[in-house]
């Protein structure tokens, strides 16, 4: 892979080269927004398959029209950016693509545009506690709400929320918050989806608990009914339920599927990553690599 390579407004450029100035509104305000991809090397046929790439991208121009951003970009836009730069940067290995849209502009914070695209792409495998699982804390920061800073807005400014919880997670001795909203209900973790099993069943937090919505919770959710046959609930949950699951684990792009084995020392099941965990991790494994042609259209494959 080309080392330290940006892509910016349509060039592939040093990573050095990639700069903001200090006084831009984005970087004063962090009226950001972003998305973040996976693409899978496969050494077979020495491509990359781009995981959902249209969902992403459809979810990048929901987040700039809420952001109120000059709507200057479309979607076939937004995908060719990205297939364009990892054609060039040529991976041999899974990578993890940050795709960003921020203002090029001084003026202040009410500003809408004028915009500017980035990528940038770093190696990336499974994630800590993938194999094993980690240990959560339910957080005592509550969920940023929708009448506040809207959490399906995936804005860089609305992970201070994150970055509080995981922190305090972190010096209380845990691997991971879960965060409540302010209703006290079950919202996510620190950046990802939050999924249990619960009487056999899946249960994952509705879009209106004040959560991202998340393209990967999507897959999963489809991929428990179609490949694993599981009934599958979407409905407000409570903590307790999180103590008394058979169950419970993270999700996200980045994170993919990782078991949650105790919460606040409490074991969750037999302490280890439990069964339907394990198997949605080879499903969506499976789904993104291209070991299942059922989902074709979940890859976007890039040659070079």
Not at 40 to 48: C, E, V
Not at 66 to 71: Q, V
Not at 215 to 235: C, F, N, P, Q, Y
Request: glycine content about 6%; proline content about 5%.
């Amino acid at each position: 892979m080309k080392e330290r390579m940006v892509y910016l407004n349509g060039e592939i450029v040093p990573y050095e080269k990639a700069t903001v100035p200090l006084l831009n509104t984005s970087f004063r305000y962090g009226a950001m927004v972003f998305e973040g991809l996976r693409a899978y090397w496969i050494p077979q046929s020495g491509t990359l398959n781009i995981f959902r790439l249209k969902e992403h991208a459809a979810r990048l121009l929901e987040s700039i029209k809420l952001m109120r951003f000059e709507e200057t970009y479309t979607s076939e836009q937004i995908e060719r950016a990205v297939i364009d730069y990892l054609a060039a940067l040529k991976p041999a290995q899974d990578v993890h693509i940050r795709q960003m849209v921020f203002l090029d502009s001084e003026e202040f914070y009410y500003a809408r545009g004028p915009l500017q695209m980035a990528a940038v792409a770093v190696p990336m495998g499974r994630r800590r506690g993938f194999e094993k699982g980690i240990n959560c804390n339910i957080s005592s920061w509550r969920r940023i709400s929708d009448q506040s800073i809207p959490p399906r807005i995936k804005c860089a400014g609305n992970y201070q929320n994150s970055r509080l919880a995981h922190i305090e997670s972190i010096e209380s001795g845990y691997d991971y918050p879960l965060i409540m909203n302010d209703r006290g209900k079950v919202s996510e973790g620190a950046g990802s989806a939050v999924m249990l099993v619960r009487h056999g069943a899946l249960v994952t937090p509705p879009a209106t608990a004040d959560i991202l919505e998340s393209i990967t919770r999507a897959t999963l959710l489809e991929l428990a009914r179609d490949r694993l046959g599981l009934s599958v609930e979407v409905r407000e949950v409570d903590r307790t339920e999180l103590l008394l699951a058979e169950e419970v684990f993270l999700c996200g792009t980045a994170e993919e599927v990782v078991p949650v084995v105790g919460v606040d020392r409490v074991r969750i099941g037999a302490g280890v990553p439990g069964p339907i965990t394990c198997q949605l991790q080879e499903e969506l494994l499976a789904a993104a690599r291209g070991n299942e042609q059922h989902y074709a259209d979940w890859r976007t494959q890039v040659t070079f």
